[in-house]
């Protein structure tokens, strides 16, 4: 398993959100990122969920996590365990009064209520192998860049650097095509 952390969530150029899984450590080689296609809700949700915000009244996300807590239970992880078809899969790991609880679940899901519970995300190497994507072709993925200084303040313009891969980013979603990521 792959530890991940979410980068962001994104629009394709035909409007499909996306949510981008980094793993936390970068194994050897170009350092890359996992796109998976979800829903225009969860994609609010999560971020909502990573921005630290609050809505007037509680998401679907949210209310499931209360009632998680509320059952004195708690989200210890959420897991992308396969690629097939074009569809990932998902499970949560619950830890209950009863003992743990493997739970089925979408990763757009799963995703929303680890980041909610602060729950580690994990994805496995074979999907990620699968289904990963250059890094780079996401604008400001490489942290490490020279260019992450202006990242860090949002009025400053962007580099031509931070331009170049968000073109680059952006041809890259023109071709792309969730059936590409088939297992």
């Known amino acids: 398993m792959i530890m991940m952390r979410v980068l962001g969530v994104a629009l394709d150029q ?3 959100h996306l949510v981008l899984l980094k793993p936390l450590i970068d194994g050897p080689g170009e ?37 998680i807590d509320l059952l004195g239970a708690r989200i210890a992880r959420a897991e992308v365990t396969k ?23 979408r990763p757009s899901d799963a995703i929303a209520l680890a980041v909610r519970a602060g729950a580690e995300i994990v994805v496995d190497e074979s999907v990620f ?18 260019d992450a200084a202006s990242a860090a303040d949002p009025d400053a313009p962007p580099s031509a650097a931070d331009e170049a891969k ?17 297992g």
């Open 14 to 16: 035909a409007g499909q």
């Open 31 to 67: 350092p890359r990122v996992l796109p998976i296609w979800i829903g225009a809700q969860e994609a609010n949700s999560i971020l909502v969920a990573i921005n630290d915000e609050r809505t007037p009244r509680p998401l679907t996300h949210d209310l499931t996590t209360t009632l």
């Open 129 to 146: 192998e699968d289904a990963a994507i250059p890094a780079a072709l996401t604008a400001g993925a490489d942290e490490d860049d020279e």
């Open 83 to 105: 690629l097939d078809a074009g569809t990932f899969y998902a499970e949560l790991t619950l830890v209950t009064p009863s003992g743990p609880r493997l739970v089925d679940a």
């Open 166 to 182: 968000l073109e680059e980013f952006k041809r890259f979603l023109d071709d792309v095509d969730p059936e590409d990521f088939q």
